[in-house]
C-alpha cells in the first residue's frame, strides 16, 4: 500500500468511509417510534452521508491547518483496527435491528414484525448513501470551481472564503426555488384536492340547527372535507340520550372553511355571527377549537365532550390550512396562529359582555398544531379580569413556547414528561398512565390540562440534539419508551425527526395518536361535567374510540 496516500475503500478515503458506517450503526438502535424497513433503510444512508460528510470536513480542516499527515504504517494499521471494530459492531447491531423494533412494537401493543428485512435495509441504505455521495462530490466540484476562478482575483484564503458563501447561496437558491418550492406547490394542490374527496351537494345539510344549511351564513362546500365531516358526523340528541339514559340537546358545531374568505378575521367574524345565530351563547359550555394543520379535528376528543354535558355544548373551529400539521408547521408558520388569535379574540371579546350568570363556561382546546396555534392565542395578561374557565391541549408540538415556558417552572424532581407545576391548582398534565391527581392542592378557578404521551416524538423532540441528549433522554424512561435509548451525536435527531414523520402509525394510547380515554379524563378534570359516576364514566371509555378517526358509538 502506498504510504504517501490515505488508504482507501471503493475509491473513497477510510476512515470518512469508517465514520459513515459507524453512523450507520447508531442509526439503527431504536427510538420512540418502530421504524419499517425502508424508512430504516433511508434513515441509514442519510446518517452514513452525514458520518462521511463529517470525515470529509475533518480531513480538510487538518489539511488547511497543515498538520502532519497520518499515512505512515501504524497510522494505516491503526485505521484498520477502527475499521474491522467497526464493522463487528455495524453487523451486531444488524443482527439485533429486528429484537430492537420488536421490543419497542411490544411497549407500544403491536405485534411482532417476523421479517428481519436486513437485506433490505442495507441495499437500500447504500443506495441514499451512494446519492449523498454524488451531491457531495457535485459541491465540492462547484466550490473548486468558484475558488480557482476567484484565485485570479484575490488572494487564496480569501477566495475560499468567497467561494464557500457563494456556493451556500448558490445551494439555497437552487433547492429552494427548484426544488422546495416546486415540491410545497404539489403537496399544496394533493391537500387541497383531498378537501373534497366527498360530493358537498350530495349531504347539504337540511337542518337549519346545523351550519351550512341554507339558513346559515357559513358555504357547505368551501368547508372541505375535515370540516363537512366534523359538522355532519357529530352525535345528535337522539344518539347521546341512547347512551346515556339521560334528555339530550343537539350539540352545536360550527366550522368555517378557509376557502370561505381569504382574511382570518373575516372568517372569525364568521364564526361568531353563526355562534349568534345559533344561539350557541346559551348553552353551558362553549368550546374554541383550533384543528390540525388540514383542518381535521379528531372525533375521539369532541364526541366525548358532547356526551358528558348531554349536547348543552357548543364548538367552533377556523380551518387555516389544508396542509398536513409539519408541512404547515414549517410553510405556514404564521397561518395557524393569526387564525387562533382572531377566533379567540373574536369568541371571547363578545362573550365577555355577556352577563356571568347568563353565558356559557368557555373553553381552549387543540390537538398537535392546533394546541400550538391555540396556545399563541391563550394571552393570560388579556384574560385576567375576566379568565376563561380552561384549557384542553393535546400533543403540544415542541415549538410551544407556552408549554415550554410552563416546563421550564416544573417542581424540582418532577418528571420532564410529566412535570408537576406548583401545587396543581392550575396546570396539570396528564398522559395514558394517569397524573391528573397528582397534585397538593385542588383546582382552582381556572384548569389547565396538557395531555401528553412521552412516546410523542411531535412533543419530545428538540432542535438543539444534534450535539447534546434531550432532556427526557437524561431521566428514566417513562412506561411507553424503551429504557436502553441511546444518544448519538447527529443521528437521534435524524431518528426523531424520522419518528415524527410516522408518529401516527401506532395504536391509540400511543406516539401522536390519542386515545378517547385519555381525552374523557382529561375532559372531566377540566369541564367539571355533572351527574356523572366513575362507573359511568368508565363505562363512556368503553363505548368511545376504536380505530383513528372514530368517536363514540
Not at 462521511?52 to 494499521?77: E, N, T
Not at 420488536?102 to 421479517?115: G, S
Not at 410529566?418 to 397538593?440: C, E, K, M, T, W
Amino acid at each position: 500500500m502506498d504510504q504517501t496516500q490515505p488508504p482507501r475503500i471503493m475509491g473513497l478515503p477510510l476512515m470518512p468511509v469508517i465514520l459513515a458506517l459507524s453512523f450507520f450503526a447508531a442509526s439503527l438502535t431504536p427510538s420512540l417510534i418502530p421504524r419499517p424497513w425502508g424508512m430504516q433503510g433511508i434513515l441509514g444512508g442519510l446518517v452514513m452521508g452525514i458520518g462521511f460528510a463529517i470525515g470529509q470536513l475533518a480531513r480538510a480542516i487538518w489539511g488547511w491547518l497543515a498538520l502532519p499527515r497520518l499515512y505512515g504504517r501504524w497510522a494505516v494499521r491503526l485505521q484498520m483496527v477502527v475499521g474491522i471494530a467497526v464493522a463487528i459492531l455495524l453487523i451486531r447491531t444488524l443482527v439485533l435491528n429486528s429484537t430492537w423494533q420488536n421490543q419497542i412494537r411490544a411497549l407500544l401493543q403491536m405485534l411482532p414484525t417476523e421479517e428481519a428485512h436486513t437485506f433490505g435495509v442495507v441495499a437500500l441504505a447504500m443506495v441514499v448513501f451512494a446519492v449523498t455521495v454524488v451531491i457531495g462530490m457535485a459541491v465540492q466540484r462547484l466550490f473548486n470551481l468558484a475558488r480557482f476562478a476567484l484565485y485570479r482575483l484575490m488572494p487564496a484564503q480569501t477566495a475560499n472564503v468567497m467561494a464557500l458563501i457563494a456556493v451556500i447561496i448558490a445551494i439555497f437558491t437552487i433547492t429552494n426555488r427548484g426544488i422546495v418550492d416546486p415540491a410545497f406547490s404539489a403537496v399544496d394542490a394533493i391537500f387541497q384536492t383531498a378537501q373534497n374527496l366527498t360530493e358537498p351537494e350530495a349531504d347539504t345539510p337540511t337542518k337549519d340547527w346545523r351550519v351550512g344549511s341554507t339558513g346559515s351564513g357559513i358555504d357547505w362546500a368551501s368547508m372541505g372535507k375535515p370540516g363537512r365531516d366534523f359538522v355532519r358526523l357529530g352525535p345528535d340528541a337522539q344518539a347521546i340520550s341512547e347512551l346515556t339514559g339521560r334528555p339530550a340537546q343537539n350539540p352545536i358545531r360550527v366550522y368555517v372553511g378557509r376557502a370561505q374568505d381569504p382574511d382570518p378575521q373575516t372568517r372569525a367574524r364568521i364564526a361568531l355571527d353563526e355562534l349568534i345565530r345559533l344561539r350557541a351563547f346559551e348553552r353551558s359550555v362553549l368550546i374554541m377549537a383550533s384543528p390540525t394543520g388540514t383542518g381535521w379535528l379528531d372525533p375521539g376528543s369532541h364526541d366525548p365532550v358532547e356526551y358528558l354535558h348531554d349536547g348543552d355544548i357548543a364548538t367552533v373551529a377556523v380551518q387555516y390550512s389544508h396542509l398536513q400539521s409539519p408541512v404547515a408547521l414549517v410553510f405556514e408558520t404564521t397561518s395557524g396562529l393569526d387564525q387562533a388569535q382572531a377566533t379567540v379574540r373574536t369568541v371571547y371579546n363578545y362573550w365577555k359582555t355577556l352577563p356571568d350568570d347568563a353565558r356559557p363556561a368557555l373553553y381552549i382546546h387543540g390537538l398537535s398544531l392546533g394546541a400550538w396555534s391555540s396556545m399563541s392565542a391563550f394571552n393570560i395578561l388579556q384574560i385576567l379580569n375576566d379568565p376563561i374557565n380552561g384549557a384542553l391541549w393535546a400533543g403540544p408540538p415542541f415549538p410551544s413556547q407556552l408549554w415550554q415556558q410552563i416546563n421550564d417552572n416544573r417542581e424540582p424532581g418532577s418528571p420532564y414528561v410529566q412535570p408537576i407545576i406548583g401545587d396543581g391548582n392550575l396546570v396539570r398534565y396528564a398522559s395514558q398512565f394517569g397524573g391528573l391527581d397528582d397534585a397538593a392542592a385542588p383546582w382552582g378557578d381556572m384548569r389547565l390540562v396538557f395531555l401528553q404521551y412521552a412516546s410523542d416524538p411531535i412533543v419530545f423532540f428538540e432542535t438543539g440534539s444534534a450535539f447534546v441528549a434531550p432532556q427526557w433522554m437524561r431521566e428514566p424512561a417513562a412506561p411507553d419508551v424503551w429504557p436502553d435509548l441511546t444518544f448519538t451525536p447527529f443521528v437521534t435527531q435524524l431518528q426523531l425527526a424520522l419518528d415524527m414523520a410516522i408518529a401516527t402509525s401506532v395504536p391509540k394510547g400511543y406516539g401522536h395518536n390519542y386515545a378517547a380515554a385519555d381525552y374523557i379524563d382529561a375532559w372531566v378534570a377540566v369541564t367539571k361535567p355533572e351527574g356523572w359516576s366513575e362507573a359511568q364514566i368508565e363505562s363512556l371509555k368503553g363505548n368511545c374510540g376504536g380505530d383513528w378517526g372514530l368517536g363514540c358509538r
